[in-house]
């Protein structure tokens, strides 16, 4: 402890979840990912789907001082039923006491949320699972080179979409699909945007049923820019209104920080020019077209907001 | 001990070894033909003649992934499958096969897709070979109520600690009423104890555990995989001390490898599951026409044992393994594993014959019996053993011809002969 304070001046605040894990320099899913574990605490169980985050526990390491369980891609969500029906069944049967709970916490990427962990996801929700759900979206498969997911960003260049218009789909709205299913909470979150987070995750933490976050994570690897500038990148997708801070809950839609109105706010072209991934929309000339499809995008969803 | 009698199917005798058993939990996924199993556990459970929690997923990839981290938490559990289901849950059997977790899976086998069918052959079952799932293969449907509370106590065993599969053949035996003993409770409880009171490494606050984590590098996936092996291989000794212990208890002991009329015999058929029960009759009507041909049927495949089945082959004229399943291009998969246990056995048998039959529940008849053995006779005179051979008879490739007529209107009419 004495070492500690003599090294105050280089000393990061201290996190539940430990240092040194294989995550990239940078990592704004780690981010994410550290805020809710110093709220939710190390009695919470990390049921995890393939992705970035697998790698996080490598044996005979892991960064949790509470548990975590790996399934595959597809079916974090059922991990989480089992966890949750076991620890339902021993408690019931007071085979383990009240205070052997655990809180269980899925923790997947865009690459399951938004493709092959759907259906597992909408049956969590369809029976009423007790559990909170993190989707870290990097908007793309980044564990494995940052191909294009579902959750890609339009115009977007991945290692899939190479081409001078990038991607040429648009991102799921992952969150209309989530809401359809009415769960007890639904909302977007950023790790650069941490008192907002904190707020929700703190709200959810003793509320039951499916608690469902979908959190931006700048991918210094997968969207190009340097690590230093993670939380920048958040900020900006925030007041730019690329990524709208949201809430649902008893058929109520809250916007959270909403960004200045139309005009007054950053445009979108200020987040895009800090990511190498939309670099070909500014050089070798700019890509108005795209620029203002991408921008009208952004500027219609917030019409519809004040509307 | 009281003793009741019922009537049974097969579906209804896993479902009655899994109340028996005290299965805490069966996360579910309908699929013909293991339907009635699920069906029949739910109306209990409603009734409140079990009590157990059932979980209908949105899948066999989530049902055999809830399933596996529910045994992570110390609850037993218990589900049930068929063929499409089963490989559509595949990635998750050798995940939780990983895991190193006790459960229990019954699997009703039926022919794979495609063609689509809905009658039976293990090459459902057989896909989860390779899987580190021990396999325990049944014949009647008393076998089946044993064997699903074999399976438990054999999974549960600090030895293997391996989930395992019971097998029974849909139709033929999911849905075939046999007269079942049902063995009483208390006597079941001597067997196998209800589910831990305290789970020995339970997930927990305060009791901090990872499952399934990542492995850098080829050594430590080696050595992971090899302790899979190495306990599976270990469970042939437990699984013939359970059967043991069971028979002690109910009267009814269960070896490894089942043999009829094997000690004289001078042919020996090898089949297993409820194909099996017909070999028998055969059997038993080439006895009496004074043949000496005797049955062996592997109740494991996994672990796969090769020391009691080289035991009962030894100085065997002739042994006829007829598979009920086919790797396509290779062959028979029992035949080609008897060989390879039989290889290196001094007194292996002279002729090791491949016959493919029962596919997608297609009938093996007395009278392929019958070829068969007139088969093996002719080898074993000539010494040299038939080319594997696929069960096919003239009248079906008639009505074949005919259907494939009908398929194409005519235009192929004769074409196929």
């Known amino acids: 402890m004495k070492r500690e304070s003599e090294e105050k001046p280089f000393s990061l605040p201290h996190h539940l979840l430990g240092s040194g894990t294989p995550a990239c320099a940078g990592c704004g899913a780690l981010v994410d990912i550290k805020i809710i574990y110093d709220i939710l605490g190390e009695n919470t169980v990390f049921v995890n789907a393939a992705g970035c985050m697998t790698l996080l526990s490598v044996y005979p390491y892991t960064p949790f001082p509470g548990s975590w369980i790996y399934t595959a891609m597809a079916s974090a969500p059922a991990g989480a039923q089992g966890v949750r029906d076991g620890l339902d069944i021993l408690l019931a049967q007071q085979r383990i006491k009240g205070g052997d709970d655990l809180q269980v916490v899925v923790l997947t990427g865009d690459g399951a949320a938004y493709g092959m962990g759907l259906s597992a996801t909408s049956g969590a929700m369809e029976r009423d699972l007790d559990f909170i759900y993190i989707c870290y979206d990097n908007e793309g498969y980044g564990n494995t080179g940052y191909q294009f997911s579902a959750a890609t960003p339009h115009g977007a260049r991945t290692a899939t979409s190479t081409g001078t218009r990038g991607y040429g789909g648009y991102k799921k709205d992952l969150f209309r699909i989530w809401q359809a299913h009415e769960p007890s909470y639904l909302a977007t979150i950023s790790g650069a945007e941490p008192a907002d987070l904190a707020r929700k995750i703190t709200k959810i933490k003793d509320m039951g049923g499916p608690r469902m976050l979908i959190a931006h994570a700048p991918c210094p690897t997968g969207w190009h820019f340097d690590p230093s500038r993670t939380v920048e990148v958040g900020r900006l997708a925030v007041a730019c209104g690329a990524w709208p801070l949201k809430e649902y809950e008893q058929g109520l839609l809250r916007h959270n920080k909403r960004p200045a109105p139309a005009g007054k706010r950053p445009p979108v072209e200020e987040y895009l020019r800090l990511q190498g991934r939309f670099n070909h929309l500014f050089t070798p000339r700019r890509n108005e077209e795209l620029l203002a499809e991408i921008q009208g995008r952004v500027d219609r969803y917030w019409q519809a907001v004040e509307e | ?417």
């Open chain 2, 1 to 417: 001990m009281t003793r009741q009698r019922e009537l049974l199917t097969g579906n209804g005798a896993a479902a009655w070894g899994a109340r028996l058993a005290a299965v805490d939990y069966l996360p579910v996924f309908p699929i013909t033909p293991q339907t009635e199993i699920i069906e029949t556990i739910g109306r209990w459970i409603e009734q409140g003649e079990m009590a157990a929690t059932m979980t209908t997923m949105d899948s066999e990839h989530s049902m055999f992934t809830a399933a596996g981290t529910a045994a992570t938490c110390g609850v037993r559990v218990m589900t049930a499958s068929s063929s499409q289901g089963l490989l559509y849950g595949l990635e998750m059997i050798y995940a939780v096969a990983g895991w190193r977790v006790p459960l229990v899976l019954v699997n009703v086998s039926r022919a794979l897709s495609a063609p689509v069918t809905l009658e039976p052959d293990h090459n459902d079952v057989l896909a989860c070979r390779d899987s580190g799932f021990l396999q325990l293969h049944c014949a009647t449907c008393q076998e089946v109520l044993d064997t699903v509370l074999i399976a438990h106590r054999l999974a549960e065993d600090e030895r293997v600690r391996l989930p395992v599969i019971v097998n029974l053949d849909g139709y033929y035996l999911s849905f075939t009423r046999e007269p079942v003993l049902l063995p009483d409770l208390a006597t079941v409880r001597q067997f196998l104890p209800a589910p831990a009171a305290s789970p020995a490494m339970p997930l927990k606050a305060g009791n901090p555990l990872s499952q399934g984590v990542a492995v850098l590098g080829g050594s430590q996936y080696s050595y992971f995989r090899y302790e899979s092996h190495l306990a599976s291989c270990q469970a042939l000794a437990v699984y013939e001390e359970l059967g043991r212990d069971f028979g002690r208890l109910f009267g009814r002991s269960y070896q490894a490898v089942e043999e009829y009329l094997c000690a004289d015999a001078e042919i020996v058929l090898v089949m297993i599951g409820s194909f099996a029960t017909k070999a028998k009759a055969a059997v038993d009507l080439f006895r009496r026409a004074g043949l000496a041909v005797g049955l062996v049927r592997p109740r494991l495949l996994r672990p796969f044992p090769a020391a009691p089945l080289a035991a009962v082959l030894a100085g065997k004229k002739g042994v006829a393994v007829v598979d009920q399943n086919i790797s396509v291009g290779q062959g028979g998969i029992i035949w080609a594993e008897l060989a390879a246990a039989l290889y290196n056995q001094p007194q292996r048998p002279a002729i090791l014959a491949s016959f493919i039959g029962g596919l997608g529940g297609r009938d093996i008849s007395l009278a392929d019996f019958t070829g068969i053995v007139r088969e093996m006779e002719r080898a074993i005179e000539s010494g040299v053993c038939p080319a594997p051979r696929l069960l096919y008879s003239e009248r079906e490739l008639a009505q074949m011809h005919g259907l494939q007529d009908l398929a194409s209107g005519g235009a192929l009419k004769g074409e196929g002969k």
